[in-house]
């Protein structure tokens, strides 16, 4: 069967058909796309400037995929198109190569069904125990008792929770009541998981472990993961691809390594801004833009973008440069197993003239910047 045909099983114009398979002859990564957005936009009413414009994007199956940008700049209108809780203005969502935007209500029942989500407040009844929790999507869809207790026996375990199904959502910490909202998500076998902020109001320890969850369950069910977040740590924990969002437009999209190695765009630079170390005050009080005497250091920032899989080697970097190397601040830590971070060094007393020393410093590298000179 043509590539056109099957697009016109799902009732699709021989025109929109016909457009659709030229793409994926062009782009065969765009037939294995678990969801796709094409020309998206989404305005709502009695706002001039859209939520959303122009997205087009394409999501995996079975990756973990970060949605990141600074508040209003669309990430949950987006996410929520993935469901129907947001009907696009213009534009389409296919979801396994189908139009949902003329879905009827009972197929939109079956297409929520086959997406989990779980939120930033946790969104439990309070009255009810965790058991009640979960087990109340399957009642409300007349899933029999016995099934029902299989199912949520089975998903307690695997959220860790088994010992507290009988307790109430009062009793439990933030990261137990997400455990809860999770095994709730997961309980008609969905095979996209949506995360909207899911741990924006957890402290760090816990969203580490609510994050290792979600790649345990990524692993183990091969679920599609599509993760929204204001926080680039969460993207570099988790996340295999990312898309920043500004004013409701895809200002940068890409791997997790590169968007972090190589950030392009002002937006990506400043979400990432709080994963680096800023410039020591005692340092940057010391710093001049000339040296002022001959034994004066060159300090340099070295960026390492992961272009390279092996981690550059510090006895080569002090081999280059020569003199006296003083490291003064600085990380290099694996994201999808490349190298990435900076190094804040001075060099002193090098046989090399400063112009040298930084061509030098430019061959272990990916980017090197200037600071100063301290004496």
Request: proline content about 5%; aromatic content about 4%; hydrophobic content about 40%.
């Amino acid at each position: 069967m043509s590539a056109a045909t099957a697009l016109l099983k799902f009732g699709k114009p021989p025109e929109t058909a016909s457009k659709d398979a030229e793409q994926h002859a062009l782009h065969p990564e765009l037939s294995s796309a678990h969801v796709r957005f094409i020309g998206l936009g989404k305005t709502y009413a009695g706002q001039s400037a859209p939520a959303l414009e122009g997205i087009d994007l394409n999501i995996q199956r079975g990756e973990i995929f970060g949605i990141i940008g600074r508040s209003g700049a669309g990430k949950s209108s987006l996410i929520r198109t993935i469901n129907r809780l947001e009907q696009p203005t213009t534009g389409r969502v296919l979801i396994d190569q189908v139009d949902i935007g003329a879905f009827d209500e009972d197929r939109l029942v079956r297409l929520r069904r086959r997406i989990g989500m779980i939120f930033q407040h946790f969104n439990l009844m309070s009255a009810k125990t965790v058991w009640q929790n979960v087990e109340l999507p399957l009642k409300v869809a007349g899933v029999a008792k016995a099934e029902r207790q299989r199912k949520v026996a089975e998903l307690l375990a695997l959220v860790g929770l088994e010992h507290k199904h009988h307790a109430y959502p009062a009793q439990l910490s933030g990261g137990q009541k997400q455990r809860v909202g999770i095994a709730r998500a997961l309980v008609h076998d969905p095979d996209i998981l949506l995360c909207d902020e899911a741990t924006s109001a957890l402290d760090p320890e816990t969203t580490a472990s609510i994050l290792d969850l979600l790649r345990d369950i990524n692993q183990r069910l091969g679920l599609t993961i599509v993760l929204i977040t204001h926080e680039m740590a969460v993207i570099r924990d988790i996340c295999q691809r990312v898309v920043v969002l500004e004013h409701g437009r895809i200002v940068e999209q890409g791997a997790v390594w590169q968007v972090f190695g190589n950030p392009r765009h002002e937006v990506s630079k400043t979400l990432l801004a709080p994963l680096q170390a800023a410039l020591p005050a005692e340092l940057q009080a010391r710093l001049q833009p000339q040296p002022g005497s001959v034994d004066a250091a060159l300090v340099l920032n070295l960026r390492v973008s992961g272009s390279e899989r092996q981690a550059p080697e510090l006895s080569t970097l002090f081999a280059r440069l020569g003199g006296r190397i003083s490291l003064l601040q600085g990380s290099i830590e694996p994201i999808q197993g490349r190298p990435l971070g900076q190094l804040l060094v001075s060099v002193a007393n090098s046989p090399h003239p400063a112009e040298q020393i930084i061509e030098r410093a430019r061959q272990w590298a990916t980017q090197v910047e200037v600071l100063g000179y301290v004496d």
